[in-house]
């Protein structure tokens, strides 16, 4: 059907977007722990060593396993910011993700690595 095609154009797109801006680097690295450190954020994927590295440095962010497909998406509408680290993001987290994102219009940041200076500038902008 159409609409089927139009939602698959739509996670078409949502993947290029994913892999375009989780690539670019920043031109500089300018923000620090502390800019973002009392911020509602929402962090999604990831393996469970670069999850646990950031629960500690910042206790107060959210994180969800990666194989938690059952999260309360509640925590998505709390949030300032849904950070993705699509390198160990599953599919449904992915869409369960994108799912409740579709409903309330809040921007996901896209990552695709582990560096903890590309993560803090990614959530500073």
Same mark, same amino acid.
């Given at each position: 059907?159409? !609409?089927?095609?139009?939602?698959?154009?739509?996670?078409?797109?949502? +993947?290029?977007? $994913?892999?375009?801006?989780?690539?670019?680097?920043?031109?500089?690295?300018?923000?620090?722990?502390?800019?973002?450190?009392?911020?509602?954020?929402?962090?999604?994927?990831?393996?469970?060593?670069?999850?646990?590295?950031?629960?500690?440095? +910042?206790?107060? /962010?959210? $994180?969800?396993?990666?194989?938690d497909c059952d999260f309360d998406?509640?925590?998505?509408d709390s949030a300032d910011y849904v950070v993705f680290?699509?390198?160990?993001?599953?599919?449904?987290? +992915?869409?369960?993700? $994108?799912?409740?994102?579709?409903?309330?219009?809040?921007?996901?940041?896209?990552?695709?690595?582990?560096?903890?200076? /590309? +993560?803090?500038? !990614?959530?500073?902008?």
């Amino acid at each position: 059907s159409s !609409a089927k095609n139009k939602e698959l154009n739509d996670e078409s797109a949502i +993947f290029n977007e $994913i892999i375009d801006a989780a690539g670019k680097e920043p031109e500089t690295y300018s923000a620090t722990a502390d800019d973002v450190k009392d911020l509602k954020v929402l962090v999604l994927g990831g393996s469970v060593s670069w999850q646990n590295h950031i629960s500690k440095l +910042f206790p107060k /962010f959210k $994180i969800v396993p990666v194989n938690d497909c059952d999260f309360d998406k509640a925590l998505i509408d709390s949030a300032d910011y849904v950070v993705f680290n699509w390198l160990y993001g599953g599919h449904g987290l +992915f869409y369960r993700l $994108i799912n409740r994102i579709r409903s309330n219009s809040k921007n996901i940041i896209y990552i695709g690595n582990n560096n903890e200076r /590309f +993560f803090i500038q !990614a959530i500073a902008g």
